[in-house]
């Protein structure tokens, strides 16, 4: 048995899979001393804006003039615009309060890359925008030199997470062989996927790519990935 420290709304095990039980009790009281029953009531209130900011799609529920640092803050809406050297169109996404695509190429001419974010390809959700939306996202990010989207989920999981606001790896190769793609980065990963988890998916989308798009070239983003247009 883990050796635990209870504070109601928080609770701290430590296990040595009983090969050292004197050194579990050791840190149990150690930290008892540090953690006292006020980590419970922090617990129950961060969890409580945690709730808030899940039902309300708000991914920072402080408000920014409580933030002490000097902000410059430009909404970004569907349309272009100029951003230094690039070029930067946005297009609206599926997905719960106001996400955007982005696909962005040099103002003097070059390779373009389309940064879907979250994004639901799927029935799922009742979202604004309009009937001709899937068609004229294949028109956003056709031809774009690196197409990176969404791939949250498997076909499995699907079925329990509809209408959240993501996609499954299969949804985002259908849009790139629907858009002529060269190359799919997947991305917005889950988190308890592990390695083993990703490899699997990857090869199963890098099939379906095989059939449905020969050529298309399929990866899993990954941190610190480079990608030469």
Known sequence: MPSAIDRVNLVIAISTSGKITDLAKKMR??????????????AEVLGAVMWQTVKSAVVVPVPLDHLDATRSVTNVEAGAFDAGAFRVQAVRLRHPGTTLAYRLAPRAGGPSVAYVTDNELGPGGTYDVGPRWYDELVAFVGGADVLIHDAMFDTHEMTQFSGWGHSTAAEAVRLAADAAGERLALFHHRPERDDAGMDALVADARRLAARAAPGLDVVA????????L
């Open 29 to 42: 009281l150690e930290l008892e001393g540090r953690i006292g029953e006020e980590y419970g009531t922090f």
């Open 221 to 228: 983003a990954t941190e610190g990935l480079q990608l030469n």
